[in-house]
């Protein structure tokens, strides 16, 4: 479903990627693992498109990634794929609800289908009671979930997280985890998931290890 073909990534003439393969199925939970600076996060950020490979290519579903450019690439974007960052980025004017709703608003779905696609993921995800707080009147791990349901409004093909879990005590983590996994038992969402977290990991059904801008361990 999405692949990427020999991505390099050089930052000011210095090679950040040195040329990485991946290739993700429907339905699966990738981890990918390394130490700090290993480039995980620019890896992520070039398969959400979020930034652009200086070499190589990244095809989601047949759709070559890399030749998508403006309000085209903004629109596939919000449409395919959703992100969790470690810091929700909610906006905090706005409910629980509305966060959620944002994003198919700006799909242009009919309101009160996002509506209820946005109750009905608040509800899978536990938040029923909370849809109509703000996020500050909301713990971590709520704020959390509603950024999960945020993600997962327009139904995207994949849902790419960095470190969702490094702001979470370990309870908070372990539950944020348990909640991809029911995600995917529930839709066969497909996740990809850069993570620190050594217990959880291991949990995922690839293990990608990368050091020094490689994938050293598939
Ligand atoms: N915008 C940027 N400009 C220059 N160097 C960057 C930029 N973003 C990341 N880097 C460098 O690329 C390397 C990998 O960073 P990153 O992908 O954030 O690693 P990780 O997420 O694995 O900790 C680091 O050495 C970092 O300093
Ligand atoms: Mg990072």
Redesign the pocket.
Known sequence: MLTARNVTKN??NLP?LKGVDITVSKGEIVTIV?S????????LHILGTLDTPTTGEILLNDVNLTKLKGNALADFRNRHIGFIFQFHHLLPEFSALENVCIPGFIAGTAKNAVREKAMFLLETLGMQDRMDHKPNALSGGEQQRVAVARALINNPDVVMADEPTGNLDSRNARELHNLFFELREKFNQTFII?THNEELAPLSDRQLV?KDGRIISH
């Open positions: 930052y000011s950040i390394g700090s600076g290993a480039g995980k996060s620019t890896l850069v990368m």
